[in-house]
């Protein structure tokens, strides 16, 4: 039996890994439960679990706590935001498994992460990262020779950049496959979770920036997929459902039997495959430049983003207008020459302000 801590417990991840977890009272205990700020779930959590107040805490200074102090095989970190690198950093200190659903941790962190992390000790959750990795065991590293991660397009795959300026924040919101919070679903649709995703894809499976490519998969059945040299593409596939890359987080690298429901192949399918538009959703060649000059310019990325979606949905500003701050943010940054805690909370603070003093000059 597995003991976990689940941190963003209230949230879609937590929530659907406790769903998980409630299925197979064999193979996991939770022993400790934290949440940003959401008391009332959290406190109907821990008495389902039957936990101490110490062992369900609010907050992400708490969880950090909570996670150096707990014994424990496994921690789902599904915070959302960089708030989830403090953790990120306890769970691999002290040995743990991380089962990671936060991925600003690691873009953020970037070497400070991997200079922590063992071999295996981090196992992707996010749909697309779990799909990598489950593909990669068709083959050893050295035979690969391309990452291709599938983005659904989102609501507005197809439009241009003057259709993109003037969609609403309920647009944006109103994402084709998958249910999400605000930020994740607003970087869904402006394709900013993709380059977030496509340093994350480096960082997880040390592949050149050069030999990651995006393709736009409307369905979001093919959840990523990995060439390898001989000219064979493995792809893997199932009906859109995190619990799948959830339970797989929880249990790699063995699978749970019953999790998700499989493709239905009595029935007639119909899979898409569009090459991505750069020139309009500009936030994925960004987000390669980004991780390639690493440092603290992936902090800046995101911190940044993070504001301007903040202020799209408060009516700030326009939709295209979110790549674009991250732009002027990336292109005013000075790194440090060493990459620390530090610097990296700096930076974040430095491009939230910025960020912030342009969205305020917009208005």
Not at 133 to 152: N, P, Y
Not at 181 to 190: D, P
Not at 327 to 354: N, Y
């Amino acid at each position: 039996m597995r003991h976990v801590i689940i941190l963003g417990s209230t949230g879609s991840i937590g929530t659907q890994a406790i769903e998980v977890i409630n299925k197979n009272p064999d193979k996991f205990k939770v022993v400790g439960l934290a949440a940003g700020s959401n008391s009332k779930d959290l406190e109907a959590q821990r008495d389902h679990f039957g936990l101490s107040s110490s062992q369900a805490v609010l907050g992400a200074e708490a969880a950090t706590k909570l996670v150096s102090e707990t014994e424990a095989d496994v921690v789902l970190n599904g915070i959302t935001g960089s708030i989830g690198l403090a953790p990120t950093l306890a769970a691999l200190r002290t040995g743990k498994t991380l089962a990671l659903a936060n991925k600003e941790s690691l873009i953020v962190g970037g070497q400070l992460v991997k200079d922590l992390a063992k071999p295996g000790q981090i196992v992707p959750v996010d749909s697309e990262h779990s799909a990598i990795a489950q593909c990669l065991r068709a083959g050893s590293s050295s035979e690969v020779r391309k990452l291709i991660l599938t983005a659904s397009g989102g609501p507005f795959r197809g439009f241009s950049k003057t259709q993109l300026s003037e969609v609403t924040p309920a647009q944006a919101l109103a994402h084709p496959t998958w249910v999400m919070g605000q930020v994740v679903t607003t970087n869904s649709a402006s394709m900013v979770n993709k380059g977030l995703e496509l340093i994350e894809a480096h960082l997880l499976f040390d592949i050149p920036f050069e030999r990651i490519e995006v393709t736009v998969h409307p369905q979001s059945v093919i959840h990523s997929m990995v060439e390898f040299v001989d000219g064979s593409v493995i792809a893997q596939a199932s009906p859109p459902d995190m619990k799948l890359p959830i339970a797989l987080g929880l249990s790699w690298p063995e699978r749970i039997a019953e999790v998700s429901s499989p493709i239905d192949w009595s029935k007639s399918h119909s899979w898409q495959f569009d090459p991505l538009d750069e020139n309009v959703f500009g936030a994925v060649k960004l987000a390669r430049q980004v991780g390639k000059l690493g440092k603290s310019y992936p902090a800046v990325y995101n911190a940044s983003n993070e504001q301007a979606v903040a202020a799209f949905h408060a009516g700030l500003i326009s939709f295209d207008q979110i790549t674009e701050l991250i732009e002027r943010a990336l292109e005013a940054h000075e790194p440090d020459s060493q990459l620390s805690l530090e610097s990296v909370l700096a930076a974040e603070k430095w491009a939230r302000d910025r960020t912030d003093a342009q969205i305020a000059k917009a208005c």
